[in-house]
């Protein structure tokens, strides 16, 4: 359209004036035009600029996102290759743990039996520090490892019943040596009014606490350490327990409380080489507290000592076993404790008072002479708790001055010590105290030791009493061993393993009923009521795992008893092999006393009706060599020696077959046999004390897994000479027994 056109004005007329306003609307219509078409050519170039720019950041972003995928790929294959390296790494560690352990196992036996032999002074200190270096390389194993299983994720924590009075005791009666051989006090302090008995994993409260009061003994030249537990119930079923380690050692700077408990860190360079560790002990045990929900934080000043808190949440639970001192007894009878250190003292006197007790206090034996000899207080005074070494007039001088009182020439004195065995004995022979303690005082054991002194041999006491007393309850405190009202079923092929079994779990009261295999097992099962099932894993006709499957099967709902495996060794994902067939734990050959106890009284607690004072059992010959454990067996059954008879009678007639039967299942290639005769020899070998024939049957086991001919041949001959061994002193002991 053209808009410049004119229309030729002839005239002025109306005609001439209509063309002129024609004339001039097309001059604005031209104009309009005009400022259209420029408006259109600018937004034409505005709309190119603009595609150009959403085209170069749409290639941006495609670009972005295409790295982003990079990126996202090489995160993701770098999160499978540290995993696959954790893995690896743990284990290797595993692998390594137990390719160390053994050999560390074997030192340590050996050196066990060499400190039973006839040494002079010299040797016996070079095989004790052949002790100490080797128990000291297995705890920086065990250290490396928990770290490894945390790193990877792997640590599961377990919830059983537990006394923390006890763990805690343990751990003081655990260090005793070591405080006493520096010159220090280690004292418990845990309050009558804390909590007993918890739901939680045992094992690592007391690895935590354990740590902590290693340490503070580590780094504490002198003064003393205090390991003391407080408690309050956070609600009807929850506690918030706090432990705290103060010692008064050189303290840690300001600048280095946060870095030591990085892993492998110590606060400075000259701490390793002066007193050694790896540095991943206090790393563990914050994660460890951490896995607890609880915290592990410090406080400390350089010179001025340290203080360690352990504080957590748990439940409480009921309690498993319940002492049979009663402290009720002790109400109104009057103490007077000696002791130059203030906070020995006060946590003694918190003990006493908490019995109702009337407890009084003297800093030196000079001060509890001047109480003794006043005229008003000479006869108030029902019991001496006294400590042995003291600056000036030490317990024994004491003690002896207070029998020269004439008022106190029979009263009852209790002496408490840090010095080691041959002191204690020592002074036992001096015939001044109704008894001797070694610290730190345990509460429990305060508690016993004052009753028999007070309660039961009080106002009694001649001077041949008091001889036959100090043969009595000096020594250590007995154990007690549960006794349940409870009915067994042993799962098991092995006739000796079958005897070991029923005569360990005769020793807690239970009635035993046994089975051949995992058939005879399942049809047991079925036709009689039992609290306890102890299933072998690896028998003839139905192994372990089919046997607790098709029981899980087959039983009706809410009947479920618990069925714990017996396995020869613990071999890497038993632990989830059992639990996956339906068992609810697992125990490993050869059944030990502590940890079937620990099993019956996880499952059994409600069938408790009685405890009885465990036999202490004297130290037994270990056979020539090493060849036979024998006092472990011996440890295991009572100590009856009828019972050992038929159990090794059982063994020899079970196991030479068997062995003869390796030669030739090797010979015909048949890996499946060796490994599973193998797995037999070890487990029973083992539970009988055989520790080099369950070594060697294992190691067999292990090749023939891996069809390695050669070697198993190799370790085949190995056990065979072995076993010859193990048969010859078995029978050997058993003879002079009998003869």
Known sequence: KDFSVRVPKENSDEIGQLIDGFNQMLGEIQKREARLNQHREHLEVEVSKRTSELMIANAELESEVAERKIIEENLRIAKENAEAAARSKSEFLANMSHEIRTPMNGVIGMVDMLLETKLTPRQREFAKTIESSAGALLTILDDILDFSKIEAGRLKLDSIPFSLQRVVEEIGQLHAARAGTKDIDLIIRYRPTDPLWLQGDPVRVRQIINNLVGNALKFTPKGHVLLEVEGSNASDEEAALTVRV??????????????????????????????????????????????????????????????FTFAWTCRVAEPISKGRAEASELAGYRVLVVDDNEVNRRVAVEYLSSWGMQARQASSGEEALQKIEDPADESSIDLFLIDHNMPGMDGIELTEKIREVESHRKTPVILYTSSHEGVISEVRREGLFQGILQKPLRPSRLLHEILAVVIHRHGELGESEIDDREKTVSGEEKEVREQFDARILVVEDNQSNQFVAKAVLGLFGCRIDLASNGMEGIEKYFENEYDLVFMDCFMPVVDGFEATRRIRDKEPIGSRKPIVAMTAHAVEGARDQCLEAGMDDYLTKPLRLPNVREVLLRFLSHRIQSQVEAPSQAKDDRGEGGVWRKEMLMENIGGDESLLSEIVEAFLEDMPPIVDELSVFLREGEFEQVERKSHQIGGSAANLGGEEVSRLAYSLEKEARERRGETCQQLLDELTDAFQKLEDEMRRTTRNETA
């Open 246 to 307: 103060i010692d008064t050692g050189i303290g840690i700077p300001k600048e280095d409380q946060e870095r030591i408990f990085d892993k492998f860190t110590q606060s400075d360079s000259t701490s390793t080489r002066d007193f050694g560790g790896t540095g991943l002990g206090l790393s563990i045990s914050r994660q460890l507290a951490e896995l607890m929900g609880g915290t592990l934080t410090l406080k400390s000043e350089t010179g001025h000592g340290s203080t």
